[in-house]
C-alpha cells in the first residue's frame, strides 16, 4: 500500500464526487495492519497497510460519493488526495466499482 498511498500522485480522476464501493467478489480480512483484501474473480491479493484505509473501503457503498466516506472515515483534508489515489488504484484491480445503484437513483430510475 505505500505505493498506492503516496502523496507525490496526483490523482488520476474526479472520485472525490463519485459513489463506489467494494466489489462483490472482494472479501477485506481483518489483520493487525490493516486488512488483506482478496478478489475471488481475478485471484488479486492486496494489502490494505492502514486501518484508516480499511475504514474508508468499507464504507464506501455507505455514503453518496467518495468525500462523504472519507469524512466518515476521519481522514484529514489535506490527505485526500493521498486516498483518492489508493482508491484509483483499487479501481484498476477491481476492488472497488462505481456504485451504480447510486447512479441509477440519480438518474431517476427505478
Known amino acids: 500500500m505505500r505505493r498506492l498511498l503516496s502523496r507525490g500522485r496526483p490523482p488520476m480522476s474526479g472520485m472525490l464526487d463519485e459513489s463506489w464501493r467494494l466489489s462483490p467478489s472482494v472479501e477485506l480480512r481483518p ?4 486488512a488483506l483484501a482478496y478478489h475471488f474473480g481475478n485471484r488479486k491479493l492486496t494489502f ?19 468525500r462523504s466516506a472519507l469524512v466518515a472515515a476521519g481522514i484529514a483534508p489535506d490527505q485526500w488526495s493521498a ?23 440519480e438518474k431517476g430510475v427505478a
Do not use: C, W
Not at 486501518?51 to 468499507?58: N, W
Not at 486516498?83 to 484491480?93: C, F, I, V
Open 31 to 34: 489483520e493487525p495492519f490493516g
Open 48 to 66: 490494505l497497510k492502514r486501518p484508516e484505509l480499511v475504514a474508508l473501503v468499507r464504507g464506501l457503498g455507505e455514503h453518496p460519493d467518495v
Open 83 to 105: 486516498y483518492e489515489s489508493a482508491l484509483q488504484g483499487l479501481a484498476d484491480t477491481d476492488m472497488i466499482r462505481p456504485n451504480e445503484n447510486t447512479r441509477i437513483a
